[in-house]
């Protein structure tokens, strides 16, 4: 995007294009996300590029910056695995102990037990997570267990700029999915000590009736099988040792 705008200055013919055609010549850019991004933006559908404000033209650049590995930008780790395998207890000590900015997720389910909107998750009806998906709200979003779970893009990346490290605890069809987009992001699986111990920790939690958790076990069976598609395997015997090798391989990654 950055490159485009540059050419304003020197080339007619991109000067005068209207910038909802050059939307739609991006990849994963269709005729409805386009006019959704021009909204959000406050930029008028029938706006040529030599038309465009500085606030604009920045708020355009940013929406489509990729970050790319360098001293100023953070390393964006993505920490996966099998429903059970202890994720979010993972993730929960990171965000405890600051060690990197953990993204918030939207979701369809609805919340939990003591689960706070915008702490935990920002839950979303389907209409809204429906408007998320259109406009391109999302980083990443995938069904999982009857709802839906998704990255909102924008805080990614603003995070990413301000040069912290951010993790994101999404599930397995979400992480393959942040590869495709940013080939740079250190994806981390993270496995049971055996499958016993999974189950077992599927079992202990209070929050699944009895028919969510078979439902769940039997899907953690696939997911088992999809740790090779992953750049790193790490092993939740103890989450303090979890959260020491994630911080290794950021530090590494950078060094
Ligand atoms: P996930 O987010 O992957 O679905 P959870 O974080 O909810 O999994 O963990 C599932 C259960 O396993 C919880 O009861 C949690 O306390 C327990 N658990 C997580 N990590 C460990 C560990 N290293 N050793 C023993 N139990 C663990
Ligand atoms: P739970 O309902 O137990 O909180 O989460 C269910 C699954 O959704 C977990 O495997 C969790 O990692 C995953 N999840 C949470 N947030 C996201 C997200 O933003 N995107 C994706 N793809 N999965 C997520």
Redesign the pocket.
Known sequence: MHDVIELVRTDDAIAKMRVVELLESFTGVGKVRAIAILDRLGISKTRRLQGLGTHQRDALIKEFAIPRVNLDVGSLIVL?GP?GVG??TVSKEIRKRNDFWVSV???T?APRGNEVHGVDYIFMSDEEFDRGIANGFFL???H??G?R???PRQHVIDALHEGKDVL????I??AKQVKESWAHSILVFLEPPTWEDLVSRLEGRATDNPERRAERLALAQDEMAQAPFFDHILINDEVEKVVASLIRLVHSQRS
Do not use: D, V
Request: aromatic residues 14%; hydrophobic residues 35%.
């Open positions: 996966s429903g994720k979010s997720s939207a979701t389910r990443e979003w995938a999982f267990a709802a779970y998704g990255t994101l605890e999404i599930e069809k979400g």
